[in-house]
C-alpha cells in the first residue's frame, strides 16, 4: 500500500553513529522513547529530564537530533525549540528537532512549527511513526530559513509535497513520485499564462 | 525592513544515517516493538495508578473535588497518554487526550461542569476494562459521545 509500506520492505537506516538528545520530564516516557530508539539501532544518546538539562547538553556540541516531549514545567519543549534556533551555537542551531506531544491541539502543532521544529509526533510513541518521520528527516532537504521573525525549516514544507517514495500525511498531498505522464503535457502557451505576470482589473 | 535569508543547512542526519550497513526500516520497528514490550507491565501499572488518582481526586466520591483546580486532572491524563502504548488499541490513551481536551475547553470558558468529568472518568474505566475487545466501530463511537459532550457541556474549543 503506502509509504509505510515500502520503507518497511526495503529502505535501510543507519543510525548508529546518530547522537539523540532525549528530552521528558516524565522518566517513563523517557524510558519509553529509549528504548525506541536503541531499538532502531541507536548506540549514541543523551537522556534529560529538563529543558535547562537539555540546554547544557547541547552546549556541550556534538548532538545529531533533538527528541524533546513539548509539555514540560517551567520550560518547555517549544521554549526549548526557540532556544535552539535562536541561542545555541552556530553548529546546534540547525539540528532537527521533533516535539513529542501527548495532548496536541492545533494550536500546539502550529506554535511547534513557527519555533523552528521539524515535525510533532503525538504521543504514544509509536515506533513506525517515528521511524518514518526519521526517514523524512534523512531525505530532507528544505532550506532553513533566518529572519528577525523565525528560524528554522522552510514552513512551506506542504507545497513541496512529501519526500519521494513517501505517499504524505495529508488527504492532499500529492505523491513524492512523478510518473509517466498521462495527458498531454501543458502547451508553452498555457505554461507561459501560468508564469507570466498579468496585469490584475480591479 | 525584514532581512530574509535562506540557507543549505549541514544535515548531519542524512550524512550519518545513509551510510552503508544500517538496519532495515521493518527490522527496525520490530526491534524497537520488542525492546517496548520490556516497558508493558510498567505502562500499564502507570496507567492504573493515575487512573486510581483521577478517580479518587475528581470522582462523584470526592465531596471536595469541587475546591480543586482541574491541574492535576490534565496531568494524570498526560501520564496516561505517555504510558498508554501498553495497552495497544484500547483506546484508552485518546479517552485521556479527551480528558485533557476537557480541561483545555473547561480553563478557557472559566467554567466546569462535573457531569461531563464523571462521563470521562467512567469511560475511561470502561476501555481499561474492556476497551481492547470492543470493536473498532465502537470505540469510535464511544469516544465521539466524549466529544460531544464536552462540546455540549462545556462548550466549543
Not at chain 1, 519543549?77 to 532556544?83: A, D, E, K, S
Request: charge should be neutral; proline fraction near 4%.
Amino acid at each position: 500500500m503506502t509509504s509505510l509500506r515500502r520503507m518497511l520492505d526495503g529502505d535501510k537506516l543507519k543510525l548508529e553513529g546518530v547522537h539523540f538528545l532525549l528530552v521528558d520530564d516524565n522518566p517513563h516516557a523517557l524510558d519509553i522513547m529509549a528504548q525506541v530508539v536503541l531499538g532502531f539501532g541507536v548506540r549514541n544518546m543523551t537522556k534529560v529530564e529538563s529543558a535547562a538539562a537539555a540546554r547544557q547538553a547541547i552546549a556541550r556540541g556534538g548532538i545529531d537530533i533533538v527528541l524533546t516531549d513539548g509539555q514540560m514545567p517551567e520550560e518547555n519543549g517549544y521554549q526549548l525549540t526557540r532556544w535552539i534556533r535562536h541561542e545555541a551555537s552556530e553548529s546546534m542551531r540547525y539540528v532537527p528537532i521533533l516535539i513529542i506531544t501527548g495532548h496536541t491541539p492545533q494550536s500546539d502543532v502550529t506554535l511547534g512549527r513557527d519555533l523552528g521544529a521539524n515535525f510533532t509526533i503525538a504521543k504514544p510513541l509509536v515506533p513506525r511513526v517515528l521511524l518514518q518521520r526519521l526517514f523524512w528527516l534523512s531525505q530532507e532537504d528544505r532550506q532553513f530559513v533566518l529572519s528577525d521573525t523565525y528560524k528554522g525549516p522552510d514552513r512551506r514544507f506542504k507545497r513541496l509535497g512529501p519526500p519521494s517514495g513517501t505517499d504524505g500525511r495529508r488527504e492532499g498531498d500529492l505523491k513524492g513520485e512523478v510518473g509517466e505522464a498521462s495527458e498531454p503535457n501543458l502547451s508553452q502557451a498555457q505554461i507561459d499564462a501560468l508564469m507570466k505576470p498579468a496585469k490584475v482589473v480591479l | 525592513m525584514s532581512n530574509v535569508r535562506f540557507i543549505r543547512a549541514p544535515n548531519k542526519l542524512a550524512e550519518l544515517a545513509r551510510g552503508k550497513g544500517g538496519l532495515s526500516a521493518g527490522e527496525a520497528v520490530k526491534r524497537a516493538n520488542v525492546a517496548l514490550e520490556r516497558l508493558k507491565d510498567a505502562s500499564i501499572a502507570i496507567i492504573d495508578e493515575n487512573l486510581a488518582l483521577i478517580d479518587q481526586t475528581y470522582g462523584p466520591g470526592n465531596p471536595d473535588r469541587v475546591n480543586l483546580s482541574l491541574d492535576s486532572l490534565y496531568d494524570n491524563a498526560s501520564r496516561i497518554i505517555d504510558a498508554g502504548g501498553g495497552l495497544p488499541g484500547s483506546g484508552l490513551e485518546e479517552c485521556a487526550r479527551k480528558v485533557c481536551e476537557l480541561v483545555d475547553r473547561s480553563r478557557a470558558n472559566h467554567t466546569r461542569d462535573w457531569d461531563a468529568v464523571d462521563v470521562h472518568i467512567a469511560t475511561l474505566k470502561v476501555l481499561r476494562a474492556q476497551g481492547q475487545s470492543l470493536t473498532a466501530a465502537q470505540r469510535k463511537s464511544v469516544l465521539k459521545g466524549l466529544s460531544d459532550v464536552t462540546t455540549k457541556r462545556v462548550g466549543e474549543g
